[in-house]
């Protein structure tokens, strides 16, 4: 069997890796990324080579006065901007900003990892089989002398199975086969957040390093840019189903349900998908953000198709926030708050009051913000 995971909304799953400001050159709305080793060999029967190295080293991007032509002659990949307007933004943007996350890729080209496939499976599953006292088990956990690493992993073993019993050894997937370079844009990315007006909230969109602007002047807010897969590309790869484990006599061992298969594995997955559009269309409408009601209001629509044809919706990748990784969706819950008290990443988000979370990764499209990144469908092919 294959797979075929079908981008809904602009897709990164990367390898960790950036493309540095010194490893590429704006020029024609387009990232032009230089062969660096191309560049050396050359400069290397010269005397310019000390200037250039000089730069790499010092400078926070390369000046394309002097060094503009690499970007037209020695250019390796050539990823146009989504936009030709986000050219300007990125001749403003300094710092983090101009780091620019790229989509995984290996010897033949880039590829989606299967482990994004069944990592985002494995979520919607968890949140499937949450029972009470689960969280109050966490919760405990973490507040130990000593806290666990993975606190929430008694609690991932009792809703899939510990070890050899875990659900999820029923499927597999493997890394797709490699896609055109063609599919690939440089997206811009904003963050926005949510700004407390009297008894109201506004939409504001975050500066680097701290603070915000309103909403309704996004242009002066820090962009960021990533390489994305563009919506309504298509990734295929293996997919294999170990029916051997749904003998009765195994299923029994196992002690899985009779109802368990693919069917339910996707139906979970779509029941986490809805529970975060549902939060991601409150959290619209708090902000006042018509582009994204619509493009949330396309991908529920999706959800309710998928559901119809044995498919299901995933969120997947980077950019997705806390929502996307997390089997808990109710985050006013008392005992979920106390758990995220105990990391200091989230203590001072919490001390707000606010909403949790109150930013949002919004894809800008033609220039307008209109999306959420990562939003995929998933299909098998037999």
Not at 211 to 219: C, K, S, T, Y
Not at 370 to 378: K, S, V
Request: charged residues 20%; contains cysteine; positive net charge.
């Amino acid at each position: 069997m294959r797979y075929r995971l079908t981008c809904l909304t602009p897709l990164l799953v990367g390898d960790g890796r950036k493309l540095a400001p010194i490893d590429y050159m704006v020029w024609k709305d387009q990232v032009n990324v230089l062969d660096q080793w191309r560049i050396f060999r050359l400069l290397a029967k010269g005397p310019r080579l000390d200037s250039y190295l000089a730069q790499l080293k010092n400078a926070e991007k390369l000046d394309f006065a002097t060094w503009g032509g690499f970007a037209q002659n020695f250019a390796g990949r050539r990823i146009p901007f989504e936009n030709a307007a986000y050219s300007a933004y990125w001749n403003r943007a300094a710092g983090e900003s101009l780091h620019i996350p790229t989509f995984a890729t290996g010897a033949s080209g880039p590829y989606l990892p299967g482990s994004a496939i069944k990592g985002a499976l494995r979520t919607g599953m968890v949140f499937s089989q949450w029972r009470d006292g689960m969280l109050q088990d966490v919760l405990a956990r973490v507040k130990t002398e000593r806290m666990p690493r993975r606190p929430a992993e008694s609690v991932e073993e009792q809703a899939l199975g510990a070890g050899g019993t875990n659900k999820m050894r029923f499927v597999s997937a493997g890394d797709s086969a490699t896609v055109a370079t063609g599919d690939f844009k440089i997206y811009m990315l904003r963050t926005s957040t949510l700004q407390p007006r009297g008894a109201n909230f506004e939409l504001g969109w975050k500066q680097s390093p701290r603070g915000a602007v309103a909403g309704a002047r996004p242009d002066e807010s820090t962009p960021s840019f990533a390489e994305m897969a563009s919506p309504g590309t298509v990734f295929r790869g293996d997919w294999d189903e170990k029916t051997f484990f749904l003998q009765p006599e195994v299923r029994k061992s196992m002690r899985w349900p009779e109802s368990f298969g693919r069917a339910k594995i996707f139906e979970a997955v779509n029941i986490y998908a809805a529970g975060v559009l549902a939060l991601q269309r409150q959290y619209a409408s708090l902000a006042g953000m018509g582009l994204l009601d619509r493009s949330l209001d396309e991908l529920e629509q999706r959800l309710a198709a998928a559901r119809q044809n044995g498919t299901c919706l995933i969120s997947m990748g980077w950019g997705g926030g806390l929502l996307a990784k997390s089997a808990w969706l109710d985050t006013t819950n008392t005992d979920y708050r106390q758990i995220l008290q105990q990391f200091v990443i989230y203590n001072r988000a919490l001390s707000t009051n606010l909403p949790f979370p109150k930013t949002r990764r919004i894809v800008f499209l033609n220039n307008r913000p209109a999306t959420l990144p990562g939003w995929a469908e998933l299909a098998i092919e037999e």
